[in-house]
């Protein structure tokens, strides 16, 4: 199995560096002729699995917590608290589940905050109608 | 038609006063591993959630520390904690994982953790 698996996992490697959300290109549903076992592979991963992906450097900066921020990860460590979710089914939701294009695309706990709202939909603490009429409430205050 | 009723609590209530990972501690049988053990990392279907890098499968390690008992990420990471594995410590030459890696630095290594289903006697 080695060989021939480390050739298969080093050109995935190559492959998923090639799979950066690229907005001017449309890939609509392509035909199930256009996706071979490779390509699959590519799509399905889990986008949180980085290592060895060919990409361009980037600027390591130090920045302070927000205060937003701080209180996003205290109330996502009340909810594994009171076992609403354990750590590993919030990196999950936050680090996979959210997809290639969020996980890249969104600030590091800007996607803890999306996911604290979407284990208590998933887990039926409330309703998505409950949770967009007060999101709604809110920004109606905030105009 | 009624709502499907599970614990939402009950790994809180397994680890509670205990721990996680010690609340699994001796659950999860005869370690199939020993310290010193060359291993090879299998490369099994990685779809949904794994936490076995991609840049490790294939490769061979050797057994460094059994870690712990735990479910493994995929069962934990939909909340199922019935089947605990060990967990072992492997340390790889980035040499083995790096094609490219250069031969100044010939002795670098790499040390991760893995459930025991990611592994195989290498």
Redesign the interface.
Known sequence: ??????E???Q??NMVGQLQPALHKQTHAPAPDQIDHALW?AY???PH?I??EPDVPIVYEEKEEEQWELNTFATCECLA????W?A??R??KQN?DVGQTQYLGLPYYGRWLLTAARILVD??YCTLTELVNKIDEVKKRHV | MS?PHYD??????MASGIG?PQCFKGKAGKAKFKEGDRV?I??LP?????RT???T????GTVVRLVYESPA?ED????NEDSPEWFYSVVFKQKD???EYSDLYANDSLETEFPERYLES?
């Open positions: 199995m080695s060989s021939s698996t480390r298969e996992v080093l995935h490697l592979r399905t991963r889990t699995d290592g060895g608290w009171r076992g609403v354990t590993e089914e990196r999950r996979v887990k039926q | 709502k939402r609590e009950h790994h809180a209530k996680d090879r299998i490369d990685d779809l949904f959630y794994t890098m991609t840049y499968r294939g490769a061979v990420a934990e990471a939909f909340g994982l790096w094609p290498a």
